[in-house]
């Protein structure tokens, strides 16, 4: 069915737009602001509005038709990785996806390209390797420190290994196979990201970097086939259910040596300016859970300044998970203008988004059901 501007219409109000019958006959709600809207959707022309696939088929989408998107996301829901062909969108940045150039031939490369797979293909998009950082929107090195401080806990033993399940088993599985991966790039003199020109190397980490390729001479025989063993999306405790483990060790000193290396890393970042990497290094560190909200918190840091770079450049959407979108809305951090919208379930949803400004799934699924109700 379509309704625009708030009116059924019928087979003969849509004479004049080729094939818009065939919608008019179906089940399916479609709402348009103006008949002009209707038509440039019919012919493929816009990227704002359609059906939400998956855990919300059926709900009419609306987001903003001008400007930047700025959407919260409960990962395993609705994604905008999954509107991304169904709208029509090509313009988007994802904290799911890395904004870091990283070197040609690299180790680090060859992991991220065997992760992100045929994304972009599988949604119709033919994107070269060597610009897959314009999609992205998280920074490699501060996605791979938050989840090490409990990764080290339960391979010190401090903790169960069976907490290492679920999604935490797989971020970490993620987190350690780009902590190995740039140990070998390091060990052969290689950086892992290309920094921009007007960005300074940090002299800082220097001693950091060597311990941690050191490591390449010491594990490489245990640690290149268990990590060439492992499926893509898998957990670490798939292959590690015990301390026996011949692996354990390999993985316990490389979780060890990449998270020393991390927290130097977080105070010396060129991209962060002094007082940010003053707020970060007085953050506490005495549990494991402050360490990583430490290390969140130097993600959210980079997600802002992509964000920023997103609206400078016109680019249409950029998804967060929906405690970076919180942040960044607390901090006041969202340039003037953003679009604001919660894609996360009802009973999930965080408090701090509950803003007349922030649009959600919840009422976008109400007003379909109106519609749908009301013809």
Known sequence: MIWVAGQKQDAVDVALISGADAWVADEHVRDYWSTKELQRHKTGLTDHLGHAPGPAAGIWLRFSDEGTNLIGEQHDHVRLLDLVGPLGIVSFK???????????????????????????????????????????????????????????????????????????????????????????????GRSSIVLPDDLPRSMSVGDAERRLGALVAVHSAVLDPFFADLDKGSSLTDKVTADTHPAFPALRALAETGLDLMNRRSVNDPALDAAQK??????????????????????????????????????????????????????????????????????????????????????????????????
């Open 94 to 188: 994802d904290e799911t996806l890395i904004a870091d150039r990283l070197t040609d031939g690299s180790h680090v490369q060859a992991v991220y390209l065997n992760e992100v797979g045929d994304f972009f293909l599988a949604r119709g998009l033919r994107v070269e390797n060597r610009t897959l950082h314009v999609f992205g929107a998280d920074a490699l090195y501060p996605r791979v420190a938050h989840p090490l401080p409990e990764a080290v806990e339960c391979l010190s033993g401090r903790r169960p290994l069976t907490d290492m399940v679920g999604a935490f088993g797989v971020v970490a599985r993620v987190a350690l196979q780009f902590l190995w991966a740039h140990a070998k790039d390091l060990a052969e």
């Open 278 to 375: 003053t707020a970060l290094g007085s953050m506490r560190r005495n549990t494991p859970q402050a360490h990583a909200t430490m290390f969140r918190r130097w993600r959210d840091l980079h997600l802002i300044k992509a964000l920023v770079a997103a609206v400078d450049s016109g680019t249409r959407y950029m998804c967060v998970g929906a405690a970076h979108l919180e942040y960044m809305v607390t901090a006041g951090a969202v340039p003037e203008g953003v679009h604001l919208y919660d894609l996360c379930p009802e009973e999930t949803r965080r408090p701090a988004l509950v803003r007349d400004d922030v649009e959600t799934l919840g009422h976008m699924k109400a007003h379909t059901e109106q519609l749908r109700v009301k013809a």
